[in-house]
């Protein structure tokens, strides 16, 4: 046995036996979503590792007490959302107890007084609440903002000495804190979390739309590149567009601590910006501004922004990050504005809005040849038009893929961009050890882009490293907390490669749920894969229906898999299910 210091969290369903009563199936799949929606993507993203999960309860350990109390409010946390629009018998609630200290490692398991000790101190927490022991609340003394209530000396089942309990104090509703404790800001956090809304287009014009969002899709990109602050991701973001909202509505939905919101309006060539930053607990104004410059001023005014917030949420910016913050995409203003229109096409996937994409992205490239965001995306569109064979001449498209890839990083050699756009150029030629290598170059650049780490997973999966795969599309739920539904793709196609078939299927089929006629064809495959061939056959009717054109062939061109033989027992799956073969279009 491996003997070793350890954080253990240990938790368990609340009401688990009445739920199961009155719906028992709805039950099981809505916990198990649970765990793999919420759960599993906490604790991967705390450095964390479940390592048992029995019935309604789960053990998890981690290096640090810090990383699993962070990891535990994560966790409350999103429950809370994930509740806020459920009755009563359909909500999953969970108590938690910590515990921090010697364990024993055997074989992947944990034992020991500490991990005996969490778990009992489980049974004591609230609905939706944490518990630790008075030894590790005293480690984490200094180390967390956060406030612990003393519960007193308590008498565990098999713990011959009594255990002094503090409760975790956290946000309980509405960002209100229980009545023994002051404001706790960013209570589970280590860093701050700050939520980027899209500016408001106050021109009037609906083509100035693409002005606001490229302001907020700028100050999105260059914040997240400091290291001591979490942004939340675009799409999460961008869901509040023309939405009326509050701020504490934002820092439930989003986790976020801090909102940044504003408004864009543009005659001829003056700007107005104006920006607020708002504390999403107190809902206080931290700080607010209103410019009024000209065009040619527009990059300035983002430095400024984005210097403001650094200062004032007071992050601590490590060498060089300061230079970071400079706004360095393009200075030609012609170039930018096509630039954001072309962002704004990239982001639904099909290949008319990626020809528009393109298009937008050739024109700013034509204002400004020297631009390595600009070359990045291009290389990204070409790529993905290439894997999908959205052009008459694919061989052609991918070499301009790997062409502009190359000068984005001539020009700029900590491209996140271009290197995941290389990630996907090497995909496409099943070179899966290179993709890997290059998605994660991308990602050691630009941690907190979801999209990167979702594109990751695919790669590794194809790559046969479906366990990892399954961790970085955690990662990305988690940095994108409302996030577009081929995530849950991602993650059920991973699920599927680590054999892991019933989380699959609940990924999957909750995908469907979400995105009608998605994730079907995985689904065909998984419940082949559990040898429920009866169950493949509907999925595969629900899969014609949604999509007539679908065939086999198709299909084939887009799964750039390392083992063939894998490729083809999917191949007869999907033919024994009822699926058409066709011919490669």
């Known amino acids: 046995m491996e003997r070793k210091l350890a954080a253990i969290l240990a938790a368990d369903m609340v009401g688990y036996s009445a739920r199961m009563g009155a719906d028992e199936v709805g039950t099981l799949r809505r916990l198990q979503l649970a765990r793999i929606q919420v759960v599993e993507p906490e604790i991967a993203a705390h450095n964390g590792r479940l390592f ?73 927490a609230p609905e939706g609440g944490i518990v630790v022991p008075e030894d590790m609340r005293n480690h984490l003394q200094g180390k967390s903002a956060t406030v612990f209530e003393y519960m007193g000396p308590q008498r565990l089942r098999n713990v011959p000495d009594p255990v002094v309990a503090f409760r975790v104090a956290t946000d309980v509703e509405e960002g209100a804190l229980s009545s023994e404790t002051a404001a706790l800001g960013t209570a589970l956090n280590r860093q701050p979390v700050l939520a980027i809304l899209p500016f408001d287009n106050r021109s009037g014009a609906s083509d100035d739309m693409h002005l606001a969002d490229g302001i907020t899709e700028d100050l999105i990109t260059t914040l997240s590149q400091i290291g001591h602050l979490t942004v939340i991701s675009r799409n999460s973001a961008f869901t509040y567009r023309g939405r009326e909202v509050s701020a504490r509505q934002v820092g439930r939905d989003l986790n976020a601590d801090y909102m940044l919101s504003g408004s864009v309006r543009q005659s001829g060539d003056k700007l107005r910006i104006t920006a607020q930053l708002v504390d999403t607990t107190t809902e206080a104004l931290v700080w607010s501004e209103r410019v009024d410059r000209g065009m040619e001023d527009i990059f300035a005014v983002q430095d400024d922004i984005t210097l403001t917030i650094a200062n004032s949420l007071q992050v601590e910016l490590a060498e060089g990050e300061q230079a970071k913050l400079r706004y360095t995409t393009t200075d030609n203003v012609e170039a930018w504005i096509a630039f954001t229109r072309g962002v704004s096409h990239f982001r639904t996937v099909s290949a008319d809005t990626y020809r528009q994409a393109r298009a937008a992205f050739e024109q700013a490239l034509s204002h400004d040849q020297n631009a390595a965001q600009i070359h990045a995306m291009l290389a990204y569109t070409h790529a993905i038009e290439g894997r999908f064979f959205w052009t008459e001449d694919r061989e052609r498209t991918l070499d301009l893929a790997k062409s502009h890839a190359d000068k ?39 941690p907190d882009h979801a999209d990167i780490r979702a594109l990751y997973a695919l790669a590794l999966t194809f790559a046969e490293r479906a366990d990892e795969a399954v961790r970085e599309a955690q990662i990305a739920i988690r940095l994108n907390p409302l996030d577009p539904g081929w995530y849950q793709g991602v993650l059920g196609h991973a ?6 078939v019933d989380d699959a299927i609940a990924v999957l089929t909750d995908y469907n749920w979400r995105s009608p006629g998605f994730g079907l064809v995985d689904l065909v495959l998984a419940h082949a894969d559990e040898e429920r061939m009866d169950l493949a056959k509907v999925r595969a009717r629900e899969l014609l229906a949604a999509r007539p054109g679908f065939t086999i062939e198709n299909w084939s061109l887009t799964q750039n898999v390392k083992l063939t033989a894998r490729l083809e027992r999917d191949r007869r799956s999907l033919e024994e299910a009822g699926l058409p073969i066709g011919e490669a279009s």
């Open 408 to 446: 984005a990083l001539a020009l700029d050699a900590d491209c996140s961009d271009a290197y995941a756009a290389l990630g996907y150029w090497h995909m496409c030629y099943q070179r899966l050890d290179e993709s890997c290598d290059a998605y994660g170059r991308a990602v050691s650049l630009a």
């Open 495 to 500: 699920y599927r490669y680590a054999g892991r």
């Open 52 to 124: 048992k999960v029995m019935g309604d309860g789960f053990l998890a350990e981690f290096p640090s007490a810090i990383d699993a109390l962070s990891c535990s409010g994560g966790i409350q946390r999103a429950q809370r959302r994930a509740n806020a629009d459920r009755s009563e018998v359909e909500r999953v609630d969970f108590r938690i107890g910590l515990n921090f200290g010697d364990v024993l490692v055997e074989e992947g398991d944990v034992y020991g007084d500490t991990v005996n000790i969490a778990a009992r101190l489980e049974t004591l």
